[in-house]
Nanobody, 125 residues
Framework: QVQLVESGGGLVQTGGSLRLSCQASTPLTSYNMGWFRQTQGKEREFVAASSRSDDSSDYADSAQGRFIISRDNAKNTVYLEMNNLKPDDTAVYYC???????????????????WGQGTQVTVSS
């Protein structure tokens, strides 16, 4: 079992950038990692994912070209660099870890076994 703690959220103006961090209590090499976001009353939405071997990264259409997921296995940390932020990016962002051997459904929140507590990102106009 792994514990995940997100940090780095905050208030930023449209067009600004933030870098979120997800600190894991155990090595990341066992897990496909993902970032999801959620607003009140909505389903948790896929943002970005990274395979356990760190040879694949994938993004939601809304994040493509703006966000970058990366990991530092030596630090047990996965990052989400968010650029050119928009008001629609406002949400609580969650880090997830998946033990599934199949990476193809990286976008499906049901495939993730562990979640952090989330960090709030608010983008103002």
């Amino acid at each position: 079992q792994v514990q995940l703690v997100e940090s780095g959220g905050g208030l930023v103006q449209t067009g600004g950038s933030l870098r979120l961090s997800c600190q894991a209590s155990t090595p990341l090499t066992s897990y496909n990692m993902g970032w999801f976001r959620q607003t009140q009353g909505k389903e948790r939405e896929f943002v970005a994912a990274s395979s356990r071997s760190d040879d694949s990264s994938d993004y939601a259409d809304s994040a493509q070209g703006r966000f970058i997921i990366s990991r530092d296995n030596a630090k047990n940390t996965v990052y989400l660099e968010m650029n050119n932020l928009k008001p629609d990016d406002t949400a609580v962002y969650y880090c997830g870890a998946s033990l599934l051997t199949y990476y193809g459904n990286y976008f499906d929140r049901r495939g993730y076994n562990y979640w952090g507590q989330g960090t709030q990102v608010t983008v103002s106009s």
